[in-house]
């Protein structure tokens, strides 16, 4: 029975997955510094864009009692 898995599992996996497909990470194909760099270089080159640090800065911390603060993405409206 082993040997017969043994066998039919590396076919099995081909027809699976044909050849010249991606695999489930494109970090080796490409190379995170290369994504990264391309991904930053477009976001930078428009200025009239705050960055998210000046975006976070702009909104004041809202104290909370407890432990636990949630974020809905929204202010509450009372």
């Known amino acids: 029975m082993a040997t017969a898995t043994r066998r039919l599992l590396p076919a ?9 497909a991606r695999g489930l990470s494109t ?3 490409v190379g995170a510094a290369a994504v990264v760099g ?3 270089a477009k976001w930078m080159q428009d200025t009239s864009k705050k960055s998210p640090m000046e975006l976070i800065n702009e909104v ?10 949630v974020c809905e993405g929204g202010r509450q409206q009372n």
Do not use: C, N, Q
Not at 12 to 20: E, F, I, S, V, Y
């Open 12 to 20: 099995l996996l081909k027809t699976l997955a044909p050849t010249g």
């Open 27 to 29: 970090e080796k194909a």
């Open 38 to 40: 391309s991904h930053t």
């Open 60 to 69: 004041p911390p809202i104290k909370v009692d407890g432990r636990i603060a």
